[in-house]
């Protein structure tokens, strides 16, 4: 440990001025604008592999954004690690609420502040700088690839015909990611579960163009209007989702198990001052950690229709917007909650307007299990460094390529992250704390040496 600490705080200010510069780049994958810097981004990326001690590091082609792909190799009778992260990043908006430019990084208060900071950028390059590192030691115990995709804020719709056609490319003992958060600083913990993801966009038309509210209100059906009443639906009074057959799949989780989580550390009043709110609301009948972790969900992330700039203007809107996600628990299905939200959507339909329904993205939830020699040497690698058990959490999150990892390639993931809640991720000011990211690229090569000797037997 001592020579791993030493090595990070040599490097400290190397490691940074390294990160800042892939911060830089507004890898934005939602935004066809983008494109060349998404490439820039890649390329940045895999440089850095070879110069951290990779075999070979390539960027392949997908039918989408660039995957970066590296190996090293050290004995062929060793386990492998597969490594995943991502380079894409959330779009900024609303940009006049970052109190410094999003793709300017900058330190404040021990902190990292751009988009990407902490997702995924700033926790992905700690794996490139922990192999670095046990490569500069010399400690490097098992063989490693790195697979970092630029498609994974847009569901990855590429990545999994990418592991389809690269399956012997691919082929490891375990896939490490770190995409996920931790408890608090002094709290460890391993996520053990993801929420799916079901994210869609209804679109609703009633006249052919926008028209005088004073002359057509009352006589037209106002699309908004509509919107708004078809949105209500969604929800009961008991925040229960009303979608019929959306809760046929979910598992209910045993008392024993609800009795294990509560004893998770949380506070729910630092919670709430945390985020600005003082009351939490949600499903009646379980607890806040329970409603992001066990439980699905329906949220409204967007929504616009007629006139919203500055000043007055009484029209009556031709068309009204929302796009809607829905998280979902292991054992729901995506694709099957499209199509019921999109069915019940058809069915609360106001006369007097159309609508379009339309699945821009999805995946499913995942569940890890604690029994695995990859959890356990996540589990004593956090030991050793944090000084502590860390806690096994369900993450409310998604990150849909999990569950698809274990169909096509067979092998499970391990997700060791080292956000934290109040890192504001997606949201303006996103931040990574320093001590976060240099307690990682210490913890990982633990890791390494963990898995490796309990592999071995």
């Known amino acids: 440990m001592e020579q791993i600490r030493q090595y990070v705080d040599t490097n ?31 390329e940045y990326i895999r440089g850095k592999l070879l110069e951290a001690g990779a075999d070979k590091a390539e960027v392949m082609k997908t039918d989408g954004h660039d995957v970066i792909f590296a190996e090293k190799t050290v004995d062929k009778a060793a386990p492998t690690v597969l490594v995943y992260g991502h380079y894409d990043v ?80 691919l082929k490891a003992d375990v896939i490490l990611i770190s995409d996920t958060t931790m408890i608090a600083q002094d709290i460890p913990s391993i996520t053990v579960g993801l929420r799916g993801l079901a994210y869609m966009e209804v679109e609703v038309t009633g006249p052919d163009r926008d028209l005088h509210s004073g002359l057509y209100g009352g006589a037209v059906m106002n699309p908004v209007n509509a919107l708004a009443k078809m949105i209500a639906s969604l929800t009961d009074t008991n925040n229960r989702i009303t979608i ?32 600005g709110i003082d009351r939490e609301v949600g499903e009646t009948g379980f607890s806040t950690t329970e409603r992001t972790g066990i439980r699905p969900s329906l949220d409204v992330n967007g929504i616009w229709g007629g006139y919203t700039g500055e000043g007055a203007k009484t029209v009556l809107p031709a068309k009204a917007c929302a796009k809607i996600s829905m998280r979902l628990v292991p054992n729901q299905n995506s694709e099957k909650i499209s199509e019921l939200f999109a ?13 379009k329904v339309k699945s821009l993205h ?28 860390p806690v096994p959490v369900r993450s409310g999150g998604s990150i849909p390529i999990v569950a698809d990892f274990e169909e096509v390639l067979g092998i499970k993931s391990i997700l060791l992250g080292f956000g934290l809640e109040s890192d504001a991720i997606h ?3 996103e931040n990574y704390p320093l001590f976060n990211f240099y307690k990682g690229i210490e913890t990982i090569p633990v890791f390494y040496k963990f898995f490796t000797e309990m592999s071995k037997g």
């Open 90 to 169: 959330q779009p900024v908006e609303p940009l006049d609420l970052w109190e410094s430019p999003p793709f300017k990084p900058e330190v404040r208060d021990d902190k990292i502040y751009a988009r990407g900071a902490d997702d995924d950028k700033g926790q992905m390059f700690m794996h490139i700088k922990a192999f670095e590192l046990m490569n500069r030691l010399g400690t490097l115990p098992c063989n490693v690839k790195f697979m970092i995709e630029g498609e994974e804020e847009i569901g990855s719709p590429s990545l999994k015909k990418f592991c389809a056609s690269h399956k012997d490319l």
């Open 427 to 429: 949201s303006p000011n």
């Open 362 to 389: 999805g995946g499913e939830g995942y569940i890890s299990p604690i029994n695995t020699i990859a959890y356990q040497a996540a589990s004593k690698a956090c030991e050793a460094t944090f000084g502590k058990k």
């Open 244 to 275: 019929p057959g959306f809760y046929d799949d979910v598992l209910e989780v045993s008392d024993e198990e609800r009795n294990e989580m509560a004893k998770t550390p949380f506070d729910i009043e630092e919670w709430k001052e945390a985020i």
């Open 343 to 355: 069915r019940h959507i058809d069915s609360v339909v106001p006369e007097g307007v159309t609508v």
């Open 12 to 42: 400290r200010q190397k490691f940074l001025d390294e990160l800042f510069e892939l911060l830089r780049i507004p890898s934005i994958s939602a935004r066809p604008g983008h494109n060349k810097d998404m490439i820039a981004a890649a």
